[in-house]
């Protein structure tokens, strides 16, 4: 009898358990560069124009121990994190002298202190009825930090969990393209376009380019360009 040999559908990309033990571990080695020992500058300077009323609660992917979220609670909003590790998560409790209470949420262990709220546990395992309701995302290296291949399951897991009418508020670190013409030095990443176009209005509302050491080539300086983006959620469609 003649075997039918069928060609194996195309693998789509998974988020793994290889990425989820790297994280893991750069936080039990405190090897966690990413983490900004002060408030992000363009989050204080941008945020409040997105007007937003006291009380209203945002959403922060893959958070780390960011300082950003208590600058955020500081304005009076409801902040929800999510974090993979739970060192980053009790770090981000006792260095900042909180004592939070713990509950289980699923498989997600809450940590919560005032209006300080972290899950943790792994974001691609979240859905609505884990985090509520909430108006606003705040990313900052969450997308950027995921390897490109997975962005895409980032962005359409955001989707799933983003109410229609939620902005997100992203702020990236782009390296600057050699040669680039001024429309693409200031414009929206083809990257950013096409992982959010589908879902979201995008606007670019600044851009800043940067001088900084170049992580990858020790002595030698590299431009970057730091960009913030507000992103409208377009209606869905019912169902
Ligand atoms: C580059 S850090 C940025 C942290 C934070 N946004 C900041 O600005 O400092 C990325 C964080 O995402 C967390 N992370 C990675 N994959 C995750 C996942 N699948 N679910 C939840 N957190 C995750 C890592 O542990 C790490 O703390």
Same mark, same amino acid.
């Given at each position: 009898m003649n075997k039918q040999i069928s060609t194996p559908p195309p693998v789509a990309p998974t988020h793994s358990d290889q990425d989820n033990h790297l994280w893991l571990q750069c936080w039990r080695e405190q090897d966690t560069d990413f983490h900004q020992t002060e408030v992000n500058p363009l989050l204080s300077r941008f945020?409040? *124009?997105? *007007?937003l009323a006291r009380g209203s609660r945002v959403f922060v992917p893959l958070c780390g121990k960011s300082l950003d979220m208590l600058w955020l609670a500081g304005q009076g909003h409801e902040v929800i994190g999510i974090e993979l590790s739970p060192v980053a998560v009790h770090d981000f409790f006792h260095d900042n002298g909180l004592q939070p209470d713990k509950s289980q949420v699923g498989p997600f262990t809450l940590w919560r202190h005032g209006n300080l709220s972290i899950l943790c546990g792994d974001y691609f395992a979240l859905d609505k009825s884990h985090l509520g309701p909430f108006d606003t995302v705040y990313d900052r290296a969450a997308l950027t930090a995921l390897p490109e291949n997975i962005r895409t399951l980032y962005v359409a897991q955001l989707e799933r969990l983003v109410p229609k009418a939620a902005t997100v508020f992203l702020l990236t670190t782009e390296d600057a393209i050699e040669g680039a013409t001024l429309a693409q030095a200031v414009g929206v990443d083809t990257e950013i376009a096409g992982l959010y176009s589908a879902g979201f209005e995008i606007d670019l509302a600044y851009v800043e380019s940067v001088f900084e050491p170049d992580p990858q080539a020790s002595g030698t300086v590299r431009r970057v360009e730091f960009k913030v983006y507000r992103l409208s959620g377009k209606a869905k469609p019912p169902g």
């Open positions: 945020w409040p *124009g997105l *007007g």
